[in-house]
């Protein structure tokens, strides 16, 4: 899985915006990293991972599996090591020594923020559809129609998926410029959407 946050640190480290990313290296409206035919990550060179310093919250757990319930209190499983798999497996140390050095406090914290804004979206649009008003429910969401079997979805699952576009319109639209760094513009764009939400509720 790739959130915004992801995608935006991925394009950064890459020099593309995350318009081209998504349409390059992701499948299902941007949800989800490519894979080849055999069955390779589109970032997966003979050389390691193209985005290794910016990989998603789920390469940064492996072999760990990470899982919240509906209090938010988390969980963690030990993927079995798959016979080809070139990576160290060992049981020396704590989850927490292991989540410290992959890095994954601020991935998880971003994920939870965007989490919170989707989750708010959707009720938002379960009540817009209550009341009759014409709204758009975003594919994939409870209440989609089923996409079709053989269709794989190559544009982004809302326009907020492209942080590159939705902040350039949002600058635009507040004349202000586009925050460069990665943190600075996920904290912008978190704020744009929350303001997004805000006037849907109004």
Known sequence: MAGPHEVLG???LLGITTTELLARYTDNGGTTLRFGADGRCAFLTEAGCRVHPRRPLVCRLYPLG??????????????????????????????????????????????????????????????????????????????????????????????????DASLSEYCAAKGIAVPSAVEEAIDLHLAAMREWLDGLEE
């Open 10 to 12: 991925m394009s950064r």
């Open 66 to 163: 990470r899982a919240t319930d509906s209090r938010g209190d988390e969980g963690f499983a030990l993927f079995p090591k798959p016979d080809d798999c070139q990576g160290e497996w060992g049981t020396e140390g704590t989850i927490a020594d292991f989540l410290g050095s992959q890095g994954v406090e601020p991935y998880i914290a971003w994920s939870v923020r965007y989490g919170e804004l989707y989750r708010r979206m959707l009720g938002i649009l379960e009540r817009m559809d209550v009341q009759g008003k014409v709204v758009a429910v975003p594919a994939g969401a409870p209440g989609a129609p089923p996409p079709e079997p053989a269709a794989v979805r190559t544009e982004p699952l809302s326009p907020w998926q492209d942080v």
